[in-house]
């Protein structure tokens, strides 16, 4: 039989409610007691039951996604699964929901942040673009014992908060390799598109995108990044005037998570069959233009894993346990036409 909290107590030689306020961290309880208690868990085998823990005391999580208003495919992707999640564990004693807010408003992100106080929330994941107002006020709310989630895109030096999603160096080099593979060794430009730049995963997808091509395809020349900021009409204009002034593009690499603006604006100029695309993310318009040889692959993270990854991560630190790395790690995904 697993030990209980009494077993605990009895080896210990304290009482149950010291063995209460060790285990949860509490005031209160003298170093020869904690040290009593420690002692006994490990000469007991002693195993905390969290979900027994949260069922005596009626405890029930509650987690918010914190994900931006701007998105297309994708984010609508991420949406459906967040919602999908919070109906099946509504009988787990955890809530779910998630807010849209301009998240490229660092100032407004931030004090969206300073307003969440402890007895609202117990985890928020957070998708925004780095900047040190965000950084700062996710610190603030780490203090204020609320667990946080930085949910596919990241804040650099913030190693406080648990981060979910691929390695993007890794995710940027591969489509380095792959561009430079399906460029057979032709001389040529390639096209580097992303919603903003202002994003730590774009900033490390390009990062690792220009380290391979550097080292491993000399015949081929990233441009300068295209910005966005999905706005249609900015991207149909940038782009018809990045490719009208340099012809020699062979490639298309759009970095950020939604490609259908941007490959839609590069279509309207050339025939995407012609060139060389890699883009990120799998979604309805990228599977189409996979099986239509208008993307050559896409590199993808499976956005329900993602969801589930930063709620199981939420979850463990409310219950001041580890989560298992193993588990909670985010594959990069290549996806061909071949094997969709």
């Known amino acids: 039989m697993r030990p209980t909290a009494k077993d605990l107590a ?12 060790v285990l949860n961290d509490r005031p209160n309880v003298s170093k020869k007691a904690v040290r009593s208690v420690h002692e006994a868990i490990e000469r007991i085998g002693f195993i905390r039951n969290p979900a027994a823990v949260s069922l005596a005391r009626n405890k029930s999580y509650r987690f918010r996604f914190v994900l931006p208003k701007s998105g297309d495919l994708y984010l609508r ?11 099946a564990l509504k009988g787990d004693l955890t809530d779910i929901d998630y807010v849209q807010i301009a998240t490229e408003d660092a100032h407004g992100v ?4 300073a307003g969440i106080g402890e007895e609202d929330l117990d985890g928020v994941a957070l998708m925004a673009p780095e900047s040190p107002q965000v950084r700062d006020a996710v610190a603030r709310l780490l203090e ?3 667990r946080v989630v930085q949910f596919l895109s990241g804040q650099e030096k913030l190693p406080a908060a648990d981060f979910v999603g691929v390695d993007n160096f890794a995710a940027g080099a591969t489509a380095g ?6 460029a057979c060794r032709t001389p040529g430009k390639v096209m580097v598109v992303a919603e903003t730049m202002q994003s730590l995963d774009s900033i490390q997808r390009r990062h690792g995108f220009d380290t391979i091509i550097n080292e491993r395809f000399p015949f081929l020349r990233s441009l300068p990044s ?27 690499y759009v970095l950020s998570s939604e490609a259908r603006i941007p490959l839609s604006a590069v ?16 979604t309805p318009f990228s599977e189409e233009a996979l099986r239509d040889e208008r993307i050559d692959a896409v590199i993808a993270q499976d956005p329900g894993h993602a969801v589930r990854s930063a709620v199981r991560i939420m979850r463990a630190r409310s219950d001041a346990r580890e ?17 969709l």
Do not use: C, M, W
Request: negative net charge.
């Open 110 to 113: 931030a004090k969206y942040l």
């Open 77 to 87: 992707e991420l949406l459906r699964r967040v919602e999908e999640l919070g109906q």
């Open 267 to 282: 279509g309207a100029n050339v025939e995407l069959a012609n060139l060389a695309v890699v883009v990120h993310e799998r």
């Open 226 to 252: 295209i910005e966005t900021h999905a706005d249609e009409r900015r991207a149909n204009e940038i782009i018809g005037r990045v490719l009208e002034n340099n012809k020699d593009i062979i490639a298309v």
């Open 323 to 339: 989560p298992l790395a193993e588990q909670e790690r985010i594959r990069i995904e290549i996806l061909l036409k071949e094997n």
């Open 10 to 21: 009895e080896a210990a030689g304290v009482s149950l409610a010291t063995v209460d306020r």
């Open 177 to 182: 390799k792959l561009i430079g593979t399906f």
């Open 144 to 146: 204020r014992n609320i």
